[in-house]
């Protein structure tokens, strides 16, 4: 049974780092790209970060680059986000997901399973 479990969310001042983790269950992680999203109040749930399933490639949309980290240890089956220079834009929902047919480009569609999220709030 694929599960998939984000952790590491939390009040942070502007400017300021997060890590995000997510532990998968029920799968490898070098069988899925893999997908983090998130989801502002009152706004659509965007993609924000993936990583190939052979850990060869990184995507990140254009808000983040430069500023978040996408990265996965495969023994451990966790996948991480490193945010920093945090701004209040960022504050969200945060969450992991995988799809059969997702692949890690610029367009973040097809996931089919997700975890509950976890909450990043940046504010002073």
């Known amino acids: 049974q694929v599960q998939l479990a984000e952790s590491g969310g939390g009040l942070v001042r502007p400017g300021g780092s997060l890590r995000l983790s997510c532990a998968a269950s029920?799968?490898?992680?070098?069988?899925?790209?893999i997908g983090w999203f998130r989801q502002a109040p009152g706004k659509e749930r965007e993609g924000v970060s993936c990583?190939?399933?052979?850990?060869?490639?990184?995507h990140y949309v254009d808000d983040v680059k430069g500023r978040f980290t996408m990265s996965r240890d495969i023994a451990k089956s966790t996948v991480s986000l490193q945010m920093n220079s945090l701004k209040p834009d960022d504050t969200a929902v945060y969450y992991c997901?995988?799809?059969?047919?997702?692949?890690?480009?610029?367009?973040?569609?097809?996931?089919?399973?997700w975890g509950k999220g976890t909450l990043v709030t940046v504010s002073p």
């Open positions: 997901a995988i799809g059969t047919w997702f692949s890690c480009t610029e367009y973040y569609s097809g996931m089919d399973y």
């Open positions: 990583i190939s399933r052979s850990g060869s490639t990184t």
């Open positions: 029920g799968f490898r992680l070098d069988s899925y790209d």
